[in-house]
């Protein structure tokens, strides 16, 4: 008679996880307890050896599908595009172009080549190609994570891919510690990852030990200054400092606000634009109210005024974070925000790389 196998204890199977699928004990406990949970309302008996199975075969799965688990916490992130016909809308422009350099400043820019039928051909990492058609429905999320091999934070970029609209998320939060998944590969420029996401790709809340949020970003990010905006390149991103005032409602581009470069706001003198993303969510950003000292996550876009021919100064943002040690009070009465420093935030005066 054969003698029936011991089954494995909880702690086994970690050690196999950790060692093969790079799991925390943190994902793993909370993976058991909500495994437990679920099979002790369907089934009779073996409940601890069914979870086990279950957060085994969950665990091997996410290991197939090439992502990592990585942990930070998300600044921003940008509206959601249809990215091929973006592509496809550029190469129809250059190829209509008379400058001679057209063609080859697209195909540059957007690492593609440019039939002669119009079509655009896409070359992967390995060689291979295809031509891109269709829609590629894609959300560019922000923020910094621990580097998987030093755990020294560094910031992402993460191409978030959806199959259409319908189904297009946000991250749920900004600013707390999260964990989420994807494939990370090397930024040369930033020293940080552009991140693939895969379809386990979400954002949720971790336990995971990071430090706070403003002592975190002084570590990743180098603060603009706003009288230096200007002299940036066309396409920079960057991270400014400054007061938002005069909301301009846009639910087809995106809400606007005024960030004067001085103390002073005045409604008619629009000195630096920001706009958010079309479907930015401002009920994420907590504490804000117009005048509130804010960080401004962005990409520099300055734009030529079709009226006035004057240059705008222009922030198209992905996030904004209220600087939580400048208190705001508000006057009920005037509905307007006043602020007392008694606790001036250090951000400014001590960010590591400010320009």
Same mark, same amino acid.
């Given at each position: 008679m054969t003698e029936k196998k011991k089954a494995p204890t909880k702690d086994e199977v970690f050690g196999i996880l950790e060692k093969k699928c790079k799991v925390s004990r943190e994902w793993f406990d909370k993976e058991c307890d909500e495994a437990l949970e679920f099979v002790k309302a369907r089934f009779p008996d073996d409940h601890e050896l069914r979870a086990l199975k279950s957060v085994f075969e969950s665990a091997m799965a996410l290991m197939k599908s090439g992502g990592t688990t990585l942990y930070g916490f998300v600044v921003g992130y940008d509206s959601l595009v249809d990215t091929n016909e973006l592509i496809l809308k550029a190469a129809r422009a250059a190829k209509a172009n008379s400058e001679p350099d057209a063609v080859k400043e697209f195909e540059e820019t957007y690492m593609c080549k440019l039939e002669p039928d119009g079509s655009v051909t896409r070359f992967r990492d390995d060689g291979s190609s295809y031509n891109i058609k269709g829609s590629r429905w894609q959300r560019t999320v922000y923020g910094l994570c621990e580097h998987p091999e030093s755990n020294k934070l560094v910031p992402f970029r993460l191409f978030w891919g959806f199959a259409d609209p319908s189904k297009g998320k946000k991250p749920s939060a900004l600013f707390i510690p999260i964990e989420f998944r994807g494939i990370p590969k090397k930024d040369e420029n930033s020293g940080g990852f552009n991140i693939t996401s895969v379809n386990e790709t979400d954002f949720k809340a971790t336990k995971h030990e990071l430090p706070p949020f403003e002592e975190a970003i002084k570590k990743v990010y180098a603060l603009t200054k706003l009288d230096a905006l200007k002299t940036k390149e066309k396409g920079t991103n960057v991270v400014i400092r400054g007061k938002l005032y005069g909301l301009r409602a846009n639910a087809m581009y995106g809400d606007r606000y005024t960030l004067p470069v001085g103390e002073d706001y005045d409604p008619e003198r629009r %000195?630096?634009? &920001?706009?958010?993303?079309? #479907?930015?969510?401002?009920?994420? $950003?907590?504490?804000? &109210? %117009? =005048? $509130?000292?804010? *960080?401004?996550? =962005?990409?520099?876009?300055?734009?030529? #005024?079709? *009226?006035t021919k004057n240059k705008v100064e222009k922030v198209q943002a992905s996030g904004i974070y209220v600087l939580e040690k400048e208190r705001i009070e508000t006057n009920t009465s005037s509905n307007q925000s006043t602020l007392t420093k008694e606790e001036t935030s250090d951000i400014e005066t001590k960010w590591a790389g400010a320009e």
């Open positions: %000195e630096i634009d &920001v706009q958010l993303a079309k #479907d930015f969510d401002m009920n994420q $950003v907590r504490g804000f &109210v %117009e =005048g $509130v000292p804010c *960080l401004i996550w =962005g990409n520099y876009q300055p734009y030529e #005024d079709k *009226l």
